[in-house]
């Protein structure tokens, strides 16, 4: 047997797909769809027929791999994700995979936290196109990265000459129970946005409205608005590949950024213009998340490199989430009695209700929400006397978090403070203090110097309604003319909390806006409860349509159900049904918005039905490789995604009594809503949502007749 395996990136895909390898991780060469060859000597080659000259292929020790603790799936995902990020360098893997660099060499958990401490030790080759994992190390086996030599392996030079006889072969044979059947490529990824198609062939199918966001003269900002499935992110991709062929930006020199809030987000729209682009990297544009982008420019300007609490916005919101959470349980005991009497009654109730239930994460987010929108931006802090009086005694509107008596503010400062002293001691900064401290350095003399050769002639944003004011106006101070930045942004405003709350920054100057008002993803029924939930924002005054119509479709379903065991039985009967359902591409994601998101999850996979938890933005990837999986995630982490049947829980939701807190919640059940294409079931207890009511009454929505759980 070979000591070596070359796999490629689709053959990685196929086999984190297929769950081929219960007993053994070496590959079967009898799986469906899949080729294999000794290629040289003790180097046994796999191909799918897939392969592009481009891709990087993999490596792989068999002696390693046959220590690993893990199953096949997970292994040959983790492999095909490193892939992946090596041909889009720099290489960014899943935090929970801890990465390590030490110049072309790279280790990271080869296996699920629940199967040890593994580690791959990897050698990243670009001459070849090739990442060779050769080594595992573990707390018995540690080997640092510094001092480990890669071994020697076999030459794989002749691989690409064989995988071009096998497509060949294959070229129109990929239909049935093909890769892309098995990989959910719908539900997430370049392919529930492009669905196949070229930059050219595209053209011939946009809307009017489309094509004078793609077709704007060169030196027009534009700002897309548009709801859930109205084609914002295909319209940002477009433009930017017409703006990397025009001949003045070309022979310009010209450089293009799409700035976006995550590197998940960034890779997907990688894979978009990839696939637009007809497998082809675009060298002129950068797709890079705001936090990196910032860290790698003010570095350079004025300030050393700081440590980051969280490698991309999103994750520093919920690394400080997680912190603020903590320090609730440490301030709370130290309360008085006497100014807990002084503090508003619902946030008494939530210091009082345990860590995780709905009321304490409802406290915790609005903490959230005060700290990064009010006492940064406001150079609040608890040492400054004056500040912290004005703080104290400034009027409060309802569309500001609910901390409305001097008690509660007192409260916030003292969580505020504390946070600040953890800070401090492990030495690092929160994202939203490092985007106010590179608005300073992007406001010197230093970067306006550095502008024209650091700066970007045409910044595209992504999902802009996830940006607050400081990070728009930090995106606005990296154009190389000021004034005069070129931008395209493109946004829902009803699935970000901060673009319905908040005032619009003056920062990004629009010459003109673009409403997409055609939804491709509804079908009629459905489509009717999305359009009426989205008229419901103040900020969307004009009606949205549905660009296709299935009258037969059921409208969504309205179910009340009094525990939370029956909500999860409920859910488990629609995870059963739709897995037995032979009906091609059916997908079951339930959307918790209340405190039941774990108790379903356990109740489904009880059942012994397949099921994937999103605990956050980066565990989107894993609906690539888990197709037949059901999905359980919290609301805030299924933007982007696509279901043809969602469960949407909202049981055990407190009345929301401010309108920043009805504003909450009108956005989750939108935003949730608006994942299904198909078939929706929104559940309930006693208390219906007043927008649920509405819905109802407007018969939007049919109660379903059902018996006890």
Known sequence: MENYLLVSESAADMLASSRHGRVSKVPSDSLPGLHSKTLVEDLKAYATGLERADEYRAVICVKALSELHGDADTVYARIARVLKAASMPPVHLPRSWSEYHYKNRLAFFAVGENDGDQRWLAEIDGASRTVRFLEIS?????????????????????YMQWAATISAKVEREREGESFSDQVDLKAIGSEAVVQGYSY??????LKPEQLQIVDAPLNSSVRVIGPAGSGKTLALCMRAIRLSRDENVVGGRKKILIVTHSWAMAERIDGILLSLNDGRPLANISVLPLLYVLQYHAGNVGQGASAVLGEDSSDGQRRVIELLDRFIADVEPRLSSAAKSDMSPGI?????????SHARNELVLDLYEEIIGVLSPQGVMPGDSDKVADYLSEARDQTMPPFVTRADREFCLRVFERFLEQLIDLGVITTDQLVLDSIRI?????????????GYDFILVDELQLFDSQERLAVSLLSRAKPGMVFLSVEDPSQGLFSAVNARSEALKTQSSVYLSETHRFRAGLFELISFLYG?????????????????????????????????DYCVAKAQEVAASKE???????????ETERQIFAAIKQAGIAAVRLTSFDDVELLTYQRRAAVVASWQFVGGTQFSDVVLVVSGLPRASSAYAQLRELTAIYLGASRASSALDIVCDSRIPDALQAAHKSKLLTKAALKAL
Do not use: H
């Not at 008494?348 to 995780?356: K, T, Y």
């Not at 296709?548 to 009340?560: F, I, M, T």
């Open 138 to 158: 573990d707390s018995n086996k540690r080997i640092l990265l510094q001092d480990w030599l890669p071994p020697a392996v076999p030459d794989s030079s002749k």
């Open 200 to 205: 050219d062939y595209w053209r011939t199918l």
């Open 348 to 356: 008494v109730r939530a210091l009082n209700a345990p860590s995780g």
């Open 442 to 454: 992007f406001e010197t003399f230093t970067w306006n110097v550095r502008r024209e050769t650091d």
């Open 536 to 568: 419901r924002f103040p900020l969307n005054a004009a009606a949205i349509r549905v660009a296709k119509s299935e009258a037969k479709a059921r409208k969504p379903r309205l179910v009340q159900l009094s525990s939370v065991d029956s909500v999860a």
């Open 584 to 594: 091609r591409g059916r997908r079951l994601c339930v959307v918790c918005i209340s």
